[in-house]
């Protein structure tokens, strides 16, 4: 029993609403919050061009705004979101992965890769998955919480920042490219996502002004998300995590298939490729005996033929105590080989990160 005053409060994880930051609100939303402040809406831009433009934070460098009024714009609109519990490197630094933990004590992941023409960043849209796919570390935890647009949006801000302050071997850089493939299934938490891909695109200091093009969004195939996706006109690219060409097998490695289907997932893809203009990538886990015979390579290439996609095929990061591996190289070579055959483009992932346990979610596992 702890004695009176002792009592020690711990909220479950992932119970709290995360604070309203500025990343969260739209461009007139930010005017309006400024006002209620009883600021001057002009001071929103302000904010967003420090936040957006300058990659900072800190009230202690916003010299345009009035010293006192900078604590409070900030505490109302910049609270710390997060806080990074390790970065870990590998690939002589090319390749760093941060673990944050949110303001509710909740965990998630980052991962910047750099290449010599291009940085990746690849970024969490949840607190953990609720898509319990079993070859994925992060589907074994199940959801804790949907990310707010702002918690998205700042993993990518730091991440930028890092680069341009030289923090990352290499001098100095840009974000080129973001993938929505760390935790989580961004299109199960829709609205945050698209919030978050506007922050991103929209040209400064509204915004980061980086290019739809350049952020790719992974999903399971949440069919009636993938229409909206594509019906909201965005041209990100997207990208499907089919994994199987048969219902049998799909069923049980993306057990949302036993909801929507192959074909009622691979026709979303198509409608969005029409739609936005943009070629599909098909993302394909090689898993060895599991998922890589030559026969399921043959179908894979009837069902995609002639409808311009892109097959990415994963050699499996096998997740602690998972009876499953990575396919034989020459099953890899063939299961390549029946997709070309068929005229359908395939490449095979590099495996970045392995060491720095970069599998989805699986950073996040070791520390709980
Ligand atoms: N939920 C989204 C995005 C997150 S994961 C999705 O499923 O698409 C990004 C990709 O990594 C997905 O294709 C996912 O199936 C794959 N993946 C997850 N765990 C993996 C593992 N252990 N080895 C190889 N690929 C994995």
Redo the contacts with the bound molecule.
Sequence with gaps: MPAPGELTFVAPRGAAKPPRHLADLDPQERREAVAALGEKPFRAQQLSRHYFTRLTDDPAEWTDVPAAARERLAGALLPRLMTVVRHLACDDGATRKTLWRLHDGTLVESVLMRYPDRVTMCVSSQAG?G?N?P???TGQAGLDRNLSTAEIVHQIVDGMRALRDGEVPGGQARVSNIV???M???LANYRRVTGAIRRLTDPGPDGIGLSQRGITV???GLVPAMRRFAEEGFACRL?V?L?APDDELRDTLVPVNTRWKVAEVLDAAWAYAERSGRRISI?Y?LIRDVNDQAWRADLLGRLLKGHGAHVNL?P????PGSKWTASRPEDERAFVAALERQGVPVTVRDTRGQEIEG??GQLAAAER
């Design positions: 998955c898509m796919c070859f994925c570390a929505f493939m760390g989580g299934e961004p992974s999903t399971v990208a995590s994994h993302e886990a994963i499996l990061n096998p997740t599998a989805c």
